[in-house]
């Protein structure tokens, strides 16, 4: 079983930036993909971005490439998005998940994932 917490979000401006990070026990997370996923009111969970156990591929929802980033350290056991240049439609609860499987094939459907924190929130005023 992985418990995955997350933290980092709050109250920005537009054009500004976050840092989340998704903290993990109980078990290690270097073998695991792992993604980002965010939610605003009303809305479905959507994918935002996901990065590979091994070699660290990566892959973004269109509408954040370029503006933010996802890293992963694997012997602190945690995984960061980055975000810069926030706009507005960025404000959403953000979850962090993991994905047990061995392979890697950019997993952004919900049902791709094993495990996944709480949340934080991420709100961008205008």
């Known amino acids: 079983q992985v418990q995955l917490v997350e933290s980092g979000g709050g109250l920005v401006q537009a054009g500004g930036s976050l840092r989340l990070s998704c903290a993990a026990s109980?078990?290690?997370?270097?073998?695991?993909?792992m993604g980002w996923f965010r939610q605003a009111p009303g809305k479905e969970r959507e994918f935002v971005a996901a990065i590979s156990w091994s070699l660290g591929n990566t892959y973004y929802l269109d509408s954040v490439k370029g503006r933010f980033t996802i890293s992963r350290d694997n012997a602190k056991n945690t995984v960061f998005l980055q975000m810069n240049s926030l706009k507005p439609e960025d404000t959403a609860v953000y979850y962090c998940?993991?994905?047990?499987?061995?392979?890697?094939?950019?997993?952004?459907?919900?049902?791709?994932?094993?495990?996944w924190g709480q949340g934080t929130q991420v709100t961008v005023s205008s």
């Open positions: 998940a993991a994905d047990r499987s061995s392979g890697w094939s950019a997993p952004r459907s919900i049902n791709e994932y094993d495990y």
């Open positions: 109980g078990r290690t997370l270097s073998r695991y993909n």
